[in-house]
């Protein structure tokens, strides 16, 4: 099967600081997508980017398919960034369902 | 916005117990799907369903049991609950492009 191998697996900040989540994968996909797990446990979908740039507020993703890895940026970060942040893939290609990394979790000091 | 919900959102029960952890969504998505977490750990999917009469089992193997018989409702069974049962149970559902939007969850704990 796919692996999908998330990094940092940790990272504590100041308010303020920028941050750079980085997701790769072992093969071919055309969905990811890049979630937010509250410390509540709520999952909330960020991005669906298979390929390119998006941009929301503070967050943004790129994802270079052709080299397998996306990245989610984080800029001004708040405390109620904290959590943790997951991708997945689709894997297979097709099978509409999704395959999650173990997620990196953030924490956002005061 | 989707909406998906899912009750208990806590429970704790005594081992040996049937118990049906219940799963609705009011956007009209043919597609549901239960995922199992552990504390701070990843998702893994444990079933899902392309509509109405359609079950799948996911990639880790799970002793609980689903059903589809309303579009909305996908309620997931488990008929004698041990304690190695005891994690979050997150529903999702989809429609185009499989992004996915996630109930609360229920966390369950067998004593």
């Known amino acids: 099967g796919i692996q999908v191998e998330q990094s940092p697996p940790d990272l504590i900040l100041q308010e303020g600081a920028n941050s750079t989540l980085r997701c790769n994968f072992s093969?071919?996909?055309?969905?990811l997508q890049w979630f937010h797990q509250n410390p509540w446990g709520q999952l909330i979908n960020l991005f669906y980017?298979?390929?390119g740039t998006k941009q929301n507020g503070r967050l943004s993703a790129t994802t270079v398919a052709t080299e397998r890895y996306s990245l989610l940026y984080i800029s001004s970060s708040q405390t109620t960034d904290s959590g943790v942040y997951f991708c997945?893939?689709?894997?297979?290609?097709?099978?509409?369902?999704?395959?999650f990394g173990q997620g990196t979790r953030l924490t956002i000091n005061p | 916005e989707a909406d998906i919900y899912q009750t208990p959102r806590y429970l704790v029960i005594g081992t040996g117990k049937k118990i049906t952890l219940e799963c609705s969504q009011t956007?009209?998505?043919?597609?549901m799907y239960w995922y199992q977490q552990d504390p701070g750990m990843e998702l893994h999917l444990i079933h899902y369903?392309?509509?109405?009469?359609?079950?799948e089992k996911g990639d880790l193997s799970s002793e609980s049991t689903v059903s589809r018989i309303r579009t909305e409702h996908f309620p997931l069974t488990l008929e004698s609950a041990r304690p190695s049962h005891t994690s979050q149970y997150l529903c999702?559902?989809?429609?185009?492009?499989?992004?996915?939007?996630f109930g609360n969850g229920t966390r369950l704990t067998v004593t």
């Open positions: 997945a893939v689709e894997y297979p290609q097709g099978a509409q369902k999704l395959v």
């Open positions: 956007m009209g998505h043919d597609k």
């Open positions: 093969d071919s996909v055309n969905n």
């Open positions: 999702a559902s989809s429609s185009q492009g499989i992004t996915l939007h």
């Open positions: 980017i298979p390929s």
């Open positions: 369903s392309y509509g109405v009469n359609s079950t």
